[in-house]
């Protein structure tokens, strides 16, 4: 199956500083990202849909200018987690999907997740 | 929007024996049902997924169902192996927009 980097893994910050992460479709182009937030035992939470080209659409609650996203090309889409705060500490996964097909329904391949500790 | 349930949230069998969880949805329109296995500090693997066109679907040990009628699909996993062990997440969403997760079902599958 098609093949999603995210970088870095793991990342430990101090308190107000930002911080990147980068999500990349390897050997596909996606012109959909999804970056979702997942929380120890629980399921993950859609934070914000990434469009190339265009701005995130961000699902209710998520701050956007406290999450910053981007999604310059086909292939790469990053988040910014903007002065980091310990509660901003969590799993964060993104996910890309095919350009759609014929008749729609690119599949979605995640990431392996970058685990943010703030301290 | 959709909303999306999945039980049980636990689940322990032992190896050999089949596991079954099961997921509601509540969007009817809603045409497309993936499953995905979660490992401890990895992101989610897609490992089967079913269309509204379809009831069933089976790859090897793998199988879903669904009922479009009843709006609930299920995963079967027969002649489990401790490497089954995981999170798995259901998720439903209408040709895979705003997809919705379930809030996983964690199996562990004793030696």
């Known amino acids: 199956g098609a093949v999603v980097s995210q970088h870095p893994s793991w990342v430990i910050c101090k308190s107000g500083t930002s911080v990147k992460i980068e999500c990349r479709s390897l050997d596909f182009q996606a012109t959909t990202m999804f970056w979702y937030r997942q929380f120890p035992k629980q399921s993950l939470m859609l934070m914000a849909t990434s469009n190339e080209g265009s701005k995130a659409t961000y699902e209710q609650g998520v701050e956007k200018d406290k999450f910053l996203i981007n999604h310059a090309s086909l292939t790469l889409s990053t988040l910014t987690v903007t002065s980091a705060h310990p509660e901003d500490s969590s799993f964060y996964i993104c996910?890309?999907?095919?350009?759609?097909?014929?008749?729609?329904?690119?599949?979605?391949?995640f990431g392996e997740g970058s685990r943010l500790t703030v301290l | 929007g959709e909303n999306v349930e999945q039980h049980p949230s636990t689940l322990s069998v032992q190896e050999g024996d089949s596991a079954v969880i099961k997921c509601t949805y509540s969007d009817s329109a809603s045409n497309y049902f993936p499953w995905y296995k979660q490992e401890l500090g990895k992101g989610p693997q897609l490992i089967i997924d079913i269309r509204s066109n379809v009831g069933e679907k089976k790859d090897q040990r793998i199988a879903v169902t669904l009922n479009k009628t009843a709006k609930h699909f299920s995963l079967h996993i027969t002649e489990t192996q401790p490497e089954d062990s995981a999170v798995y997440f259901c998720?439903?969403?209408?040709?895979?927009?705003?997809?919705?997760f379930g809030a996983g079902t964690r199996l562990t599958v004793k030696p």
């Open positions: 998720a439903a969403s209408f040709n895979n927009n705003d997809m919705r």
């Open positions: 996910s890309a999907r095919l350009r759609e097909l014929s008749f729609d329904t690119g599949e979605l391949f």
